[in-house]
């Protein structure tokens, strides 16, 4: 395929960017994140509880070992007998800066050596010595506090007299003669210096968990990456945005089995209306200026409003006089005839098979004006459906009949469907629905339907909230467009969810 500034052109003469895609928007991340927070704050709340619940057991006594400190401070003189004193073995106090800094240096040398461990052990007549000796010394002075540290009292205070005793004679070698004027003698520990803080530990394992929470979420966000502006796919493919669709209030229904919003209820906003009848006289010049009839609608996955917007396109067609057939091509599910009519019928599958004919299968509703074809029930064999030798015949029919033919097809990145059914259309719009899938997933959609012998006409932004005003769009609450409920491409009827696509 050939390249051109930096675009990457395909066989339908439209380009797309080869890199760019992974740019950073700061606001957008920004903006990620406060939608993070809001939708999974119960993650924090969680991980919070789980942190406290953990370092509450931490220090409970499941894991918690009491350990015991005893300490003693000191005084260091080093230096010979005085020629006095010599024969009492006195000794001169001799202290400047050099010593102070070679005690601080030596003084954790010696603690660690194993000479100093092996005359604590031969000095308490033990195999191990059952504790750790810690020293630390005062900067710029002689004076050092010794520590010991061990799961018995008694041996933490034996341990540290022994040191103190011993510690001159193995000194001797590296530092000089020394001896210790003592401060603070040992003591015997009577209770754990590590006892536990119950709610300093809770509440430290609170903000780990908190911490994580905040992690995850900034971590869902920078990774997110799905479009929430058309500017994000303008640098990366030269489709047209041709309508931006503000979201519609949920509660637009008017029984329990009807869940999708409708051109002719009152109660749907008015900016919702316009953008419809703007997009239907754009698809309407489009196709005529191509003197085609017949419209695929699709998406790259499930929940994007393509159903709606479909309809709605077929009423305001309708209302403009224009005869319409809405034919519902997604035959691995096949509910548009629930939201229509309501009634058991036969659809396009029974149509192509010679099953019925055309007249026999389509149904008016009269509302709105639109001629109906749709099934009741999913096909499995979809593929001979698609390929069978009449389906050429049943499409020309309808273009024959019809002036607008809109196929209402399943997602583009589940199945083939959309890309044969794109081999027998006149032009393609394609749905995309704010922030709910990635750029790469849509650009990969796309280009495989521009290999198709039918143009795409450009797509339509669905779904743009108020909160992201800045664009001149409208928002209204949450989507009404609701579901498509494939999952695993299972048909259970999901009627605890708002709404279907």
Same mark, same amino acid.
């Given at each position: ?68 400190? /005893? ?125 536990? /803080? ?36 303008? /640098? ?70 393509? /159903? ?194």
């Amino acid at each position: 395929m050939a390249e051109k500034n930096g675009y990457q052109k395909v066989d339908s003469g439209s380009y797309r960017k080869l890199d760019g895609d992974d740019v950073i928007d700061l606001g957008t991340l920004f903006w990620n994140i406060i939608q993070g927070f809001l939708k999974f704050w119960w993650l924090v709340i969680l991980l919070m509880a789980i942190g406290a619940g953990a370092f509450y057991l931490k220090a409970s006594r499941i894991f918690y070992m009491p350990m015991y400190q /005893s300490s003693a401070t000191f005084t260091v003189l080093t230096g010979g007998a005085s020629t006095a004193d010599s024969g009492n073995g006195t000794y001169n106090f001799y202290y400047d800066t050099t010593t102070a800094g070679q005690l601080a240096r030596t003084f954790p040398y010696i603690l660690s050596s194993s000479l100093l461990t092996d005359a604590i052990k031969e000095d308490l007549g033990v195999e191990a010595v059952n504790g750790s000796i810690s020293a630390q010394a005062i900067s710029e002075s002689n004076m050092i506090t010794m520590s010991v540290i061990s799961q018995s009292p008694e041996d933490a205070k034996a341990i540290l007299e022994s040191a103190i005793k011993v510690y001159p004679d193995i000194a001797r070698f590296v530092i000089g003669d020394t001896r210790f004027n003592i401060i603070d003698e040992p003591t015997m520990p009577d209770e754990p210096y590590n006892k536990p /803080s119950y709610r300093a530990q809770i509440k430290k394992g609170g903000l780990y968990g908190a911490g994580a929470g905040i992690l995850l979420i900034c971590l869902y966000a920078f990774f997110k990456k799905t479009v929430q502006k058309p500017e994000e796919l303008k /640098s990366a493919m030269s489709l047209t945005c041709i309508a931006n669709i503000p979201e519609a209030p949920r509660k637009l229904r008017k029984q329990k089995d009807q869940r999708w919003i409708r051109m002719k209820d009152d109660r749907t906003p008015q900016a919702f209306k316009e953008n419809i009848q703007s997009l239907q006289i754009r698809i309407s010049r489009e196709l005529e200026e191509r003197g085609g009839k017949l419209l695929l609608i699709t998406s790259t996955m499930p929940e994007e409003g393509k /159903s709606t917007l479909a309809y709605n396109l077929a009423a305001a067609a309708a209302s403009h006089g224009v005869k319409v057939l809405f034919v519902d091509a997604d035959l691995r599910k096949q509910e548009d005839r629930k939201h229509l009519t309501g009634e058991i019928g036969r659809g396009l599958a029974s149509v192509v098979t010679g099953k019925c004919t055309l007249e026999e299968a389509v149904r008016n509703e009269e509302e709105t004006g639109i001629d109906f074809l749709g099934g009741s029930r999913p096909i499995k064999k979809v593929q001979q459906i698609l390929n069978h030798s009449r389906f050429e015949a049943v499409l020309q029919e309808m273009k024959e009949r019809w002036d607008l033919i809109i196929l209402d097809a399943p997602p583009a990145e589940m199945f083939e469907d959309a890309s044969i059914l794109a081999e027998r259309a006149d032009g393609i719009l394609y749905i995309i629905r704010y922030d709910m899938v990635q750029k790469r997933r849509i650009l990969d959609c796309i280009q495989g339907l521009e290999d198709a012998k039918a143009p795409l006409l450009g797509y339509a932004f669905n779904g743009i909230p108020v909160h992201r005003g800045g664009y001149g769009y409208y928002g209204y609450g949450r989507y009404g467009y609701g579901y498509y409920g494939y999952g695993s491409y299972s048909y259970e009827d999901r009627k605890k969810r708002g709404a279907h696509d």
